[in-house]
């Protein structure tokens, strides 16, 4: 009897024993005379399932988890092959309520597809986003990523179609396309889910951008603490060169895009542009002033479109079904989906692929299940370190960019991270100015010193040393780093410990050497 079994190679489920438990699969069955082939997969993103395994059978496929190594005798014993009865048995995984809720977009191909195959890829639809491209001029293809409201998923939310045409517009022998891969956000896993298990998809969309702004060559900047990312994206660029999908004649059509992968060297402050560009560059990751901006003047001075995985990893769906297609999701300005990354004390972490306007409740509660503990819900921070902390009565705004900003709160990479209410919020908010303090490239005062000082100053704020005092010291440097940091590292430390300090006041007073010494 011959099988398939797909096995998930996401480092989630590496860590939790995917490896182990694919090779005591093909060893079992094998023992019991199966003919048993084993794909492995990225993550469908329910990540408290995993390692999650799936057969295919005739009515589709199957799925079970999480599986232990302990587990594989009885699976296989029970009728792992044809889908038989286990207590692991979760059935066919597209109709579980997590991820027939969703909008999977973007995240269609995610632990259904071999993610270092072009032809499972192409299989399931892979390219042809790049096919109705290249039907295109560069003007049509930009004008698709315009119309279809997509913002960049970065953080930053800047229409990708206005800094698409700049660099289609820019006037230049020779143009980049680069790709922000350096995922630091606490709480955040989207990108390296992506390039796990669909990178394919990522390259697409950075091919579909290098024809629009006549780009021919393109870097993926990728975070070091991803190597099998980086595995797994080397090996899907030099396949996609040898299928004809990259390098001099893409697809036959005469275009050149020539791909690689750099790994940075572990600093948060990477995810900022113009640092990248400058650790690309092989220098120290400093920010850059602006202007001028890289759109015009990028890497090596040249145009450069910098986007994130998921702005990139959008755009096949776009020009495969239309800008309206993509822009039929979401809300107001805020149009498609957005990757939600559901983490923190948490019952059921994982990734959420959803249009733009859920609630964070929903996301929490109907997604998420409540905190791991048990225990009530304190504080939701969204939108990583510099994301602010919402309390309760907040949790009814929707994830949308104009929603967000008017709570002073930001959607950031799409993280979520949950706090249950034994959470120290004078803490977190010293926290946000001692992340700061670690990871601020140094180039301007405001960020450098003042988050510095501000550790200090939350220091005696949490020994009770003049708590009234010192919180207006902390305000007084929030609004020197708001107003005169050059990027968003210190323009946003602000947002978190503000936050934390007008939401949750009661963590700020009556403190004293009892609370320190109780630490």
Same mark, same amino acid.
Do not use: C
């Given at each position: 009897m011959s099988i398939t079994l797909y096995v998930p190679r996401d480092a989630v489920a590496l860590g939790l024993g995917a490896n182990r438990v694919a090779r005591a699969l093909f060893a079992g069955a094998e023992r019991r005379g199966l003919d048993v082939t084993i794909v492995r997969t990225g993550?469908?993103?329910?990540?408290?399932?995993?390692?999650?395994?799936?057969?295919?059978?005739?009515? $589709?496929?199957?799925?079970?988890? =999480?599986?232990?190594?302990?587990?594989?005798?009885?699976? +296989?014993?029970a009728g792992l *092959?044809?889908?038989?009865?286990?207590?692991?048995?979760l059935g066919?995984?597209?109709?579980?309520?997590?991820?027939?809720r969703q909008h999977r977009l973007t995240f269609q191909r995610c632990g259904v597809v071999d993610p270092v195959s072009v032809e499972d890829y192409r299989a399931h639809g892979g390219?042809? $986003?790049?096919?109705?491209?290249?039907?295109? @001029?560069?003007?049509?293809?930009? $004008?698709?990523?315009?119309?279809?409201g997509l913002r960049g998923r970065g953080g930053a939310g800047f229409p990708a179609g206005i800094k698409w045409n700049t660099v289609m517009l820019a006037s230049s022998e020779q143009k980049y396309v680069v790709c922000n891969a350096d995922e630091g956000d606490s709480g955040t896993f989207a990108d390296r889910m992506m390039m796990e298990g669909d990178p394919f998809n990522l390259i697409e969309g950075m091919t579909i951008a290098s024809i629009a702004t006549g780009a021919t060559r393109g870097y993926i900047y990728l975070r070091s603490e991803y190597p099998q990312a980086f595995a797994t994206l080397k090996e899907a660029i030099a396949n996609a060169g040898k299928g004809g999908f990259l390098g001099d004649n893409i697809m036959g059509s005469g275009k050149a895009f020539h791909l690689e992968v750099r790994l940075g060297a572990g600093a948060y402050i990477c995810g900022e542009e113009t640092?990248?560009?400058?650790?690309?560059?092989?220098?120290?990751?400093?920010?850059? *002033?602006?202007?001028?901006? =890289? *759109?015009?003047? $990028?890497? +090596?001075?040249? =145009?450069t479109l910098v986007n994130n995985v998921m702005t990139f990893t959008a755009v096949p769906y776009i020009l495969e079904h239309g800008a309206k297609a993509y822009a039929d999701y979401g809300m107001g300005r805020s149009l498609g989906t957005l990757a939600i990354q559901l983490a923190g004390n948490i019952k059921h972490g994982g990734l959420?692929?959803?249009?733009?306007?859920?609630? +964070?409740?929903?996301?929490?509660? @109907?997604?998420?299940g409540g905190t791991q503990s048990g225990r009530p819900i304190r504080a939701v921070?969204?939108?990583?370190?510099?994301g602010a902390y919402f309390p309760d009565h907040l949790l009814d705004t929707p994830l949308d960019y104009e929603a967000m900003a008017a709570k002073k709160g930001l959607v950031g990479h799409g993280g979520i991270v949950v706090f249950d209410d034994t959470v120290?919020?004078?803490?977190?908010?010293?926290?946000a100015f001692e992340f700061c303090a670690v990871e601020s490239c140094g180039k301007c005062t405001p960020c450098r010193i003042g988050a510095t000082r501000g550790v200090e100053t939350m220091d005696k704020v949490i020994a009770g040393i003049r708590p009234t005092e010192n919180l207006a010291i902390v305000a007084d440097l929030c609004d020197v780093m708001t107003d005169g940091s050059l990027c968003a590292m210190g323009g946003l430390t602000p947002m978190p410990v503000m936050s934390a300090i007008t939401h949750f006041p009661e963590d700020f007073q009556q403190r004293g050497p009892m609370s320190v010494a109780a630490e």
């Open positions: 993550s469908r993103g329910m990540l408290w399932l995993e390692p999650m395994v799936e057969v295919a059978t005739p009515e $589709g496929r199957i799925a079970y988890g =999480p599986v232990t190594l302990s587990d594989v005798d009885g699976l +296989l014993d *092959a044809t889908g038989g009865e286990h207590a692991l048995r066919d995984p597209e109709k579980m309520p997590y991820l027939a390219y042809n $986003g790049l096919e109705a491209a290249l039907k295109l @001029d560069a003007a049509g293809i930009v $004008g698709q990523v315009r119309d279809s640092s990248l560009l400058e650790s690309l560059e092989g220098r120290r990751g400093i920010v850059r *002033a602006k202007p001028p901006i =890289p *759109a015009l003047k $990028g890497f +090596l001075g040249q =145009p959420i692929e959803y249009a733009f306007g859920i609630t +964070l409740r929903e996301i929490i509660e @109907d997604f998420g921070q969204v939108g990583g370190p510099l120290d919020m004078a803490k977190q908010a010293r926290f």
